[in-house]
C-alpha cells in the first residue's frame, strides 16, 4: 500500500521517486486519485486507475519530519531527480505553514489562559480592594507591600506611609488603643 512508501520517507527523512508505481501497487485497490478536475473515474481492467510513477518528500522542519507530500504521475514519463528537486521547495513551505500554524494555536491558547488568569487576578484584586476587613500584604522579609483602602481608613496610615515597613508599626504606641479594638 501507498501508506508503505509514505512511512519509509517519514521515517527516513528522506524522498523517494516511485516509477512503476502501478506494478508496485498492482494488489491496491481502495485508493482514490484525483487530478485538478476532481477523482479520476478512468479505471483499469482492476478497477482502479494507477500512476506511472510517485515522489514522496518529508515534510520537515528544522530536522523533524511531521508528515509527508506525495504527488503522482500519470504521464508516461516516470518522475526523475529534477522533478524532485522542484517539489521540495513545495514541502519545505507546507511543512513551515503547518508549524506556524501550530505555533499560532499554542499562542492563541497562551493568551487565552493568560487572559483567564489576569481576569481571576483583577477579580481577587477588586475583593480585597473592597473588604470590609483591613487586609495587609507582606512580603518574605516581613515588610509591608500592600494594605487595602480599609486598612487605611481604619489606620489613618496612606499605602505609601506603610510600604516597605514592618507591621509593628501598628503597635508603636502611635495608634490609639480604640483602633486596635475595631480591628
Do not use: C, H, W
Not at 508505481?21 to 482502479?48: A, C, H, V
Request: net charge positive; charged share 25%; hydrophobic share 35%.
Amino acid at each position: 500500500r501507498s501508506a508503505k512508501f509514505q512511512s519509509q520517507a517519514i521515517r527516513t527523512g528522506k524522498s523517494i521517486i516511485i516509477n512503476n508505481y502501478s506494478r508496485r501497487l498492482s494488489e491496491l485497490n481502495d485508493m482514490t486519485f484525483f487530478n485538478e478536475k476532481g477523482p479520476i473515474t478512468q479505471q483499469d481492467d482492476t478497477g482502479t486507475i494507477m500512476p506511472n510513477s510517485a515522489v514522496i518528500i518529508p515534510l520537515k522542519y528544522k530536522d523533524k519530519v511531521s508528515g509527508a507530500l506525495q504527488v503522482f504521475s500519470y504521464r508516461d514519463t516516470p518522475y526523475t531527480m529534477k522533478d524532485l528537486r522542484k517539489l521540495e521547495p513545495v514541502a519545505v513551505l507546507i511543512a513551515s505553514a503547518a508549524e506556524r500554524a501550530r505555533l499560532y494555536e499554542k499562542a492563541q491558547k497562551e493568551i487565552s489562559e493568560r487572559k483567564l488568569a489576569y481576569d481571576e487576578i483583577r477579580k481577587l484584586t477588586k475583593g480585597i480592594e473592597q473588604s470590609p476587613n483591613s487586609i495587609i500584604i507582606t512580603g518574605s522579609n516581613g515588610n509591608i507591600e500592600y494594605v487595602n483602602p480599609f486598612f487605611t481608613e481604619l489606620t489613618g496610615y496612606t499605602l505609601e506611609e506603610v510600604i516597605g515597613k514592618n507591621p509593628s508599626i501598628l503597635k508603636s504606641g502611635e495608634t490609639l488603643p480604640e483602633t486596635y479594638e475595631n480591628m
